[in-house]
């Protein structure tokens, strides 16, 4: 059964760049898009892009400017950057697998948070 | 302001009935499949629903989705303490390429 971990810093300086990584256990990366959604205090869930073992992305446009995905199959983990943070940025960030259609997220990553402080 | 839009709360007593809406448009809900999103206190969210009306293994037969032109619902019947969690809907958006979240509907359980 696939399990994803998601890990990076917990705390961020503004206006520098956040970097979380996806670890992938129990099942290939192939054939599957693996995502990444963020969800402010009190909020709710904002999808912020994905990536494929083909190198295919796609981002939500109001951060598109800002955010970088890559994949390393062979080590079984995806990463996020998201540079020029703000408190805006600030929320727990979630990983997710996407299944044979899109926007089906299972399963999901526990979360990780990060505060961006000035 | 969420692209796709939910009730910011819904409450009912045990073993009511009860239905939260998701409303979207003609590049979302209009040509793509709804998926349903349970998040329980503390919790990364859990696959309810997919593909409009589809229940995963391990989600009790309570819970039922359906679709009709822009809009989805996620019906629960027989509602049960542990119900009480956020409810997202989502979709993927031909005119975004991308996916978008409704904002989220709190289920309280009175």
């Known amino acids: 059964q696939v399990q994803l971990q998601a890990s990076g810093p917990g705390l961020v300086k503004t206006s520098e760049t956040l970097s979380l990584t996806c670890s992938v256990s129990?099942?290939?990366?192939?054939?599957?898009?693996w995502n990444w959604v963020r969800q402010p205090a009190g909020g709710g869930l904002e999808w912020i892009g994905r990536?494929?073992?083909?190198?295919?992305?796609n981002y939500n446009p109001s951060l598109k400017s800002r955010v970088t995905m890559t994949l390393d199959t062979s080590k079984k983990f995806f990463s996020l950057s998201l540079k020029s943070v703000t408190a805006a940025d600030t929320a727990v960030y979630f990983c997710?697998?996407?299944?044979?259609?899109?926007?089906?997220?299972?399963?999901w990553g526990q979360g990780t948070r990060v505060t961006v402080f000035s | 302001q969420s692209d796709l839009t939910q009730p910011s709360s819904v409450s009912a007593t045990p073993g009511q009935p009860v239905t939260i809406s998701c409303s979207g448009s003609?590049?979302?809900?209009?040509?793509?499949?709804v998926f349903w999103y349970q998040q329980l206190p503390g919790s990364a969210p859990t696959l309810l629903i997919y593909t409009n009306n589809r229940r995963p293994s391990g989600v009790p037969d309570r819970f039922s989705g359906s679709k009709s032109g822009t809009s989805a619902s996620l019906a629960i019947s027989g509602l049960r303490s542990e119900d009480e969690a956020h409810y997202y809907c989502?979709?993927?958006?031909?005119?975004?390429?991308?996916?978008?979240f409704g904002g989220g509907t709190q289920l309280t359980v009175l």
């Open positions: 997710a697998r996407e299944a044979t259609r899109r926007a089906w997220f299972d399963p």
């Open positions: 990536i494929h073992v083909s190198g295919s992305t």
């Open positions: 129990g099942d290939s990366m192939i054939a599957y898009y």
């Open positions: 003609n590049s979302n809900i209009g040509s793509n499949y």
């Open positions: 989502a979709a993927w958006d031909d005119s975004l390429s991308g996916v978008v």
